[in-house]
């Protein structure tokens, strides 16, 4: 069974930073592709970001593309989503997901301030 658990969100000022991360364990080697979603009030869950574990490839939403930086850390089982020069339109629940399993943690609030 596949365990996503995010962490590192918060309040931040327009044109701040946050890190979060994202801690996986019970993955198998099968699972590759991890992706960063986020959630706002009354909006449809959207893809940010993703990154695989093999190669580190990552592809982003055009919303976040140059300002965010997924990445990986396989020694730590664990992916991260750097978000640089953020806005208040940035604000919303974030999760991560397994792609081969379709898990998804269970989220951490961004909200940014204008």
């Known amino acids: 069974q596949v365990r996503l658990v995010e962490s590192g969100g918060g309040l931040a000022q327009t044109g701040g930073s946050l890190r979060l991360s994202c801690a996986a364990s019970g993955r198998t080697f099968s699972s590759n592709l991890m992706g960063w979603y986020r959630q706002a009030p009354g909006k449809e869950r959207e893809f940010v970001a993703s990154v695989t574990w093999r190669s580190g490839s990552t592809q982003y939403a055009d919303s976040v593309n140059g300002r965010f930086t997924a990445s990986r850390d396989n020694a730590k089982s664990t992916v991260y989503l750097q978000m640089n020069a953020l806005k208040p339109e940035d604000t919303a629940m974030y999760y991560c997901?397994?792609?081969?399993?379709?898990?998804w943690g269970q989220g951490t609030q961004v909200t940014v301030s204008s």
């Open positions: 997901r397994d792609a081969l399993g379709d898990y």
